[in-house]
């Protein structure tokens, strides 16, 4: 499928910060998506964890050799924060000096498939470590809706922006763009109200087929044309494969994820239950936990106890009281019932 494109644009230029391709013209709403491609490893705002002091001392006054080293140690979403942290840190972080650095980092993910051909390491480091959508970057929340034959994370909102992959669509595309299958293409779920339909479409993106008829058209003769076929071609017969790695380690982080959250919402339903028979309602929760059914259900899911984050002192503090309301409520309607 696609393969090349942005990665040719990436990968020659990771180092120097990428180019920018303008829009052209159809698209405008996935048009920022080129932009974003080389920026999106860096360009995004982050809150600073590195005191602006010392990180101008590090890019200034330190041996390259020594910053290389510190950082040698960091993952990739640390490189991706730091890069973002200062223009002389990014410019450090995207030289060609610094891909040991991010293969370095890469190769501290267990299980990460390898990195592709068409991206370079910023790249594959947000492809597969920015959570936010490469889009509209609003931060959302996770965003793990991943294209991953487009190198792109999508929020369903961007995502229904994308054109379906058919006869109009590839009627907009020049004809030698027809049969050899250089386009990428992504076959989703169709859901209706959020349910699945049972069908599937075919999305095309209109941001490929750009960076792709601005190639070609660029090229000077049908000779350079007809080997650029052929090389985008068997281009995106080898990044077709690569998907299918990316998806089943991406399983895995969600499976781990969800894991881990289960985790900690079972010890805070735990320690919220310690607390509340430190302060003398164990009895009631114990009821409540005994009998089950509607009134437990309440409990486990108020908005105070089910939530994905340890419980604190200070935490405490802030529900404690809402919490021994909904228990004397609950024991007010049991007595009434008795
Ligand atoms: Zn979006």
């Known amino acids: 499928m696609e ?27 996935e048009i920022q998506l080129v932009e974003q491609r080389e920026d999106q490893s860096l360009g995004v705002k982050k ?29 990739p979403r640390d490189l991706l924060h730091l890069a973002r942290t200062s223009k002389d840190l990014r410019a450090m972080l995207m030289s060609k ?23 370079s390491e910023p790249e594959y480091a947000s492809l597969m470590f920015d959570l936010y959508c490469h889009a509209c970057k609003v931060p959302k929340g996770r965003c793990e809706n991943i294209f991953w034959e487009f190198r792109m994370r999508l929020c ?14 590839l009627s907009k595309q020049p004809p030698e763009f027809r049969y050899p299958q250089i386009l990428p293409s992504v076959l989703v779920d169709v ?27 660029a090229l000077q003769d049908d000779r350079e044309r007809r080997k650029w076929l052929m090389r985008k071609e068997n281009e995106a017969k080898a ?5 299918k790695l990316c998806e089943t380690w991406h399983a895995a982080q969600l499976r781990e994820r ?9 010890q805070r339903i735990s320690d919220i239950m310690r607390r509340l028979t430190e302060i003398g309602w164990g009895e009631e929760v114990e009821i409540l936990l005994s009998r089950g059914g509607c009134e437990w259900d ?9 939530q994905s984050k340890k419980l604190t002192e200070y935490g405490w503090n802030g529900i404690k009281d809402e919490l021994v309301e909904f228990l004397s409520e609950c024991k007010k309607q049991r007595l009434m019932k008795e």
């Open 3 to 29: 393969k090349k494109p942005p990665r040719k644009r990436a990968r020659t230029e990771a180092g120097k910060n990428s180019t920018k391709t303008k829009a052209i013209g159809d698209d405008d709403e």
């Open 47 to 75: 809150k600073q964890r590195v005191p602006a002091q010392f990180r101008n001392r590090l890019v200034k006054d330190m041996p390259l050799d020594v910053v290389f080293e510190i950082f040698s140690h960091l993952g």
């Open 97 to 119: 000096n610094a891909e040991l650095i991010w293969r370095a980092a890469r190769k501290t993910i267990v299980g990460l498939p390898p990195l592709p051909n068409d991206l």
């Open 156 to 169: 369903k909102k961007c995502e229904a922006k994308l054109p379906e992959y058919n006869e109009e669509y």
């Open 191 to 217: 859901s209706e109200r959020g349910v699945y339909s049972g069908y599937k479409k075919r999305l095309g993106s209109n941001l490929w087929a750009k960076i792709l008829r601005k190639e070609f058209h």
């Open 239 to 243: 990044v077709r494969a690569h998907p």
């Open 258 to 266: 969800s894991d881990q959250l289960n985790d900690i919402r079972s």
């Open 298 to 306: 309440d409990f486990e899911h108020h908005k105070s106890v089910r």
